[in-house]
């Protein structure tokens, strides 16, 4: 599986962005796919998680109730819905897909088997 993310830019405080992370490969489906960041000088986090299914979502709680992520595995896409960014949310983006036929996507990275290369996400105060 090798995995694309795009989306990132610059946008001011209180805006909006929509990460994609497109894969390929026809087995995408049943991987369970995350959404991790890293800003400088940090290490790097968990920001959401879908299951295979996409019934399944989970959170970092700094992000509950501002992202969403959802997938469309006819597109081989997973999507992250970025609502009232504020600066800390600057980082770069990484998506990731491990976990096979897992109920709820892992919440640590070392469980994810292939990860994209990132896209950047910058928030102006």
């Known amino acids: 599986v090798q995995l694309q993310a795009s989306g990132g830019g610059l946008v001011q405080a209180g805006g909006s962005l929509r990460l994609s992370c497109a894969a390929s490969?026809?087995?995408?489906?049943?991987?369970?796919v995350g959404w991790f960041r890293q800003a400088p000088g940090k290490e790097r986090e968990f920001v959401a998680g879908?299951?295979?299914?996409?019934?399944?979502?989970s959170y970092a709680d700094s992000m509950k109730g501002r992202f969403t992520i959802s997938r469309d595995n006819a597109k081989n896409t997973v999507y992250l819905q970025m609502y009232s960014l504020k600066p800390e949310d600057t980082a770069v983006y990484y998506c990731?897909?491990?976990?096979?036929?897992?109920?709820?996507?892992?919440?640590?990275?070392?469980?994810?088997?292939?990860w994209g290369q990132g896209t950047q996400v910058t928030v102006s105060s």
């Open positions: 990731a897909a491990g976990g096979v036929w897992l109920a709820q996507a892992p919440r640590r990275a070392v469980e994810y088997d292939y």
């Open positions: 490969g026809r087995t995408f489906s049943s991987y369970a």
């Open positions: 879908i299951s295979w299914s996409g019934v399944s979502t």
